[in-house]
């Protein structure tokens, strides 16, 4: 059979009804559906440590204080202040001059009332800085040009009947140039433990990390004092957290424990997230000062002492004291 050269393939298409013509032959086609599995979708990655950030003051100046004669430590304003009066001389007729004769011998007294309420401010639960001072001459150098360079807190006050200025001078309880920078020596060289550059926080430390944003150790009703370096012990004495070894490996100035008088300035502050919050059992120590948590509470923290640290370096312990 001649093929029409515009139909090649007619040959092919007959053999092909001829053969759906033989018995046992489908007359119809049928589709028989493919089904294709899934590829199984990659485990999700797991989500990367993000160390919480370091948090700045959170409550207000004089929240916590000492009031002293002549002046006041600051615990929540972290600042130690103290006041002077200098008299104007009534023969002096240059009045202006008087008033600042009377300013500058204010501000003498005021810094010598201030190194007077240094000295008794408390270190830790066994000392206050008057021990150090006169103990060390380096620390009495030091700390006596802390106070050689406070600042003036406020204006003069001039009271023209009395015929007086009054100053306030204050200096810092941390930080470069505070008092607990003249306390410590020097650092070692390297970054101070807890430090977030670091990278070398444990996995129980990591996972304390993700569960709290901080620490709250609420001592209201136990008589718990401040102090410079308070200890965090449990009540068989065991040491959990001493800001003192953070300051003298290189973490002094950072921050520290911050000092409040209401919980609620904490657990409202919408950057915090959800804190760990512990009942101090007890104040011990000649001064007070150390915080005595229990076994049960002890057992949460032990072995997560990098994780303490970071928390203290961060600015993210917080001690609350009866009002």
């Known amino acids: 059979m001649k093929l029409h050269p515009d139909y090649p393939n007619l040959s092919l298409i007959g053999l092909l009804l001829a053969l759906t013509a033989l018995p046992g032959c489908a007359t119809s086609t049928s589709v028989v ?12 990655a797991e989500n990367p440590f993000v160390a919480p950030a370091p948090l700045g003051p959170v409550v207000a100046p004089g929240q916590v204080r000492e009031l002293v004669p002549g002046g006041a430590i600051d615990w929540s304003g ?5 006041r002077g009066a200098g008299v104007v001389d009534p023969g002096n007729s240059n009045r202006d001059l008087a008033r600042q004769m009377a300013q500058r011998a204010a501000t003498v007294v ?20 008057q021990e150090l001072v006169a103990g060390h001459d ?3 150098r030091r700390v006596e040009t802390v106070v050689k360079d406070a600042r003036q807190r406020g204006p003069a006050r001039y009271d023209s009947l009395a015929g007086t200025v009054e100053v306030e001078m204050e200096c810092d309880l941390y930080g470069e140039g505070g008092i607990e920078s003249a306390l410590a020596p020097q650092p070692a060289a390297g970054p101070p433990p807890g430090d977030s550059a670091a990278g070398t ?3 129980a430390a990591q996972e304390l990390l993700r569960r709290c944003s901080g620490l709250v150790l609420d001592g209201g009703g136990t008589g718990l004092k401040p102090a410079l370096f308070p200890r965090l012990c449990d009540d068989r004495g065991t040491v959990l957290l001493d800001p003192r070894e953070l300051a003298y490996a290189g973490a002094t100035g ?3 424990v911050q000092y409040v008088g209401a919980l609620s300035e904490v657990l409202s502050r919408p950057d915090f997230g959800q804190p760990l919050v512990l009942r101090v059992r007890e104040a011990r120590g000649k001064l007070g000062a ?8 002890a057992a949460v923290l032990r072995g997560m002492t990098d994780g303490l640290a970071f928390l203290l370096n961060t600015g993210r312990v917080f001690v609350r004291l009866a009002p």
Do not use: C, F, M, Y
Not at 34 to 42: D, L, M, Q, R
Not at 78 to 82: I, N, Q, S
Not at 290 to 297: L, T
């Open 33 to 44: 559906p493919v089904s294709v599995e899934p590829a199984e979708a990659p485990p999700p």
């Open 78 to 82: 972290r600042t130690v202040w103290a």
């Open 110 to 129: 005021a810094q010598r009332n201030l190194l007077e309420i240094v000295k008794s401010v408390r270190v830790d639960s066994d000392s206050r800085v």
């Open 138 to 140: 380096s620390v009495r």
């Open 201 to 203: 926080l444990s996995p």
């Open 254 to 256: 950072a921050h520290t």
């Open 290 to 297: 150390d915080a005595v948590v229990s076994q049960a509470d």
